[in-house]
């Protein structure tokens, strides 16, 4: 499935913010690899993402980690995104799958930290329209 590039609006701004967000489970453990584990993961990032309005471009989970591409909104920033996903997705999977599986029962699911990188316009693109931003502005104002 291709992704189309669209712009974003809110009443204060235009954006296409994309993230590729990449995080483990705790001591990097194989605990991901059945499929229930992934369906259910999948689920959980779906709802949190319709409910606070973002959008999983692509997702894909290992069985020690999981890659996500996901289009944000400004309000949120990526520590906040990944705050509601790891900590809602911890919570409600050992609920659900309680014991089994080799999940941690009273700690957090996933490790601490996280990889997060921004995926955006070309940055050749970027970069000449900003040098030759002074010559558009003039043609503009003529």
Not at 84 to 112: D, M, P, Q, V
Request: net charge positive; proline share 1%; with cysteine.
């Amino acid at each position: 499935m291709q992704y189309k590039r669209t712009i974003r609006t809110l009443s204060h701004c235009f954006y296409d913010l994309k993230y590729h967000i990449v995080w483990a489970p705790k001591y990097r453990g194989k605990v991901l690899k059945e499929e229930s584990i992934k369906q259910e993961l999948r689920r959980i990032f779906t709802t949190i993402c319709k409910w606070k309005h973002w959008e999983v471009i692509e997702l894909n989970i290992q069985e020690d980690h999981i890659h996500l591409v996901l289009l944000s909104t400004p309000r949120d920033s990526v520590s906040y995104v990944m705050q509601l996903l790891k900590g809602k997705s911890s919570a409600w999977l050992k609920k659900k799958i309680k014991r089994k599986h080799g999940l941690y029962e009273k700690e957090s699911l996933w490790a601490r930290g996280y990889f997060a990188s921004t995926i955006g316009l070309d940055e050749h693109l970027i970069r000449r329209y900003v040098k030759h931003q002074y010559h558009h502005n003039q043609m503009g104002t003529i």
